[in-house]
């Protein structure tokens, strides 16, 4: 992951060629980012991609070889990592710069606002193609920021969208040119850090209250929920079978 800072604004590039995928690591390297950003003194997060790619999503190669121990880890700090996003102390800006497919869309509805680069890009919730049922805090998530008709077609049909498309439903807020996506969620941070901060952080923290309710849940059950999805035969063969073309090897 690269690490800028422009001004107040902390920018976090996810940088993982040549897809951004999302491993273990990445989990760890980013909620630990995002949670030092504030002591750092940033007063905003911009979460950025590589051109043309936000992020793929989790690395099925990588995940599909990981034993249950280390999926059992992978999935729990998973979920510390959408908390960070959910709870951050400032206002972080999603500037998707191009595919961002299943685990790349789900980065971006936990954060507070998103930009999308125009192009022939794709997002959408993809995880029942490869065998998973959406996680449940993915889809309530999802349900409030498209309202429950939209995340019923975009979760159970495993809907991939087109920036105009999900702009027209409110999956993301804006569309920008490509080479100007991430200035773009850099200023809507500098805009909104331009407010009367006590103001400001009170309200933001008042209409995000709901979200940062879902973590004070149990989770446990829910997190053993999908760790058990993720082991079940259908999911197993269609995992390894997406991986294996991601590969472009046999499945075994």
Not at 4 to 15: A, P, T, Y
Not at 59 to 74: E, G, I, M, Q
Not at 77 to 99: K, N
Request: proline content about 6%; hydrophobic content about 45%.
């Amino acid at each position: 992951m690269l690490i800028s800072d422009h001004e107040n604004v902390r920018e976090l590039r996810l940088n993982r060629p040549p897809a951004n995928a999302i491993s273990p690591d990445l989990i760890a390297d980013l909620t630990r980012a995002i949670e030092v950003a504030p002591r750092d003194g940033a007063r905003g997060i911009v979460l950025s991609g590589a051109p043309g790619m936000f992020s793929a999503g989790l690395d099925l190669p990588l995940w599909v070889n990981l034993d249950r121990t280390a999926v059992s880890k992978a999935w729990h700090e998973f979920y510390d990592l959408l908390r960070a996003l959910a709870c951050s102390s400032i206002p972080i800006a999603a500037a998707i710069t191009g595919h961002a497919p299943a685990g790349g869309t789900v980065l971006s509805v936990f954060c507070d606002w998103r930009c999308m680069a125009r192009g022939n890009w794709k997002m959408g919730f993809t995880e029942v193609q490869v065998g998973l049922p959406l996680p449940p805090i993915i889809f309530r998530v999802l349900r409030r920021q498209t309202g429950a008709r939209q995340a019923e077609r975009l979760s159970a049909g495993g809907v991939l969208l087109t920036p105009d498309e999900a702009l027209s439903i409110g999956l993301v807020d804006e569309l920008v040119s490509a080479e100007g996506v991430v200035e773009r969620a850099i200023g809507w941070c500098s805009n909104l850090l331009k407010l009367p901060a006590a103001a400001m952080s009170e309200t933001r923290r008042k209409a995000r209250a709901d979200l940062a309710a879902i973590f004070q849940e149990d989770l446990e059950p829910e997190i053993e929920g999908v760790i058990a999805s993720w082991w079940t035969d259908e999911a197993q063969s269609t995992l390894r079978g997406v991986a294996a073309k991601l590969t472009g090897t046999k499945q075994a």
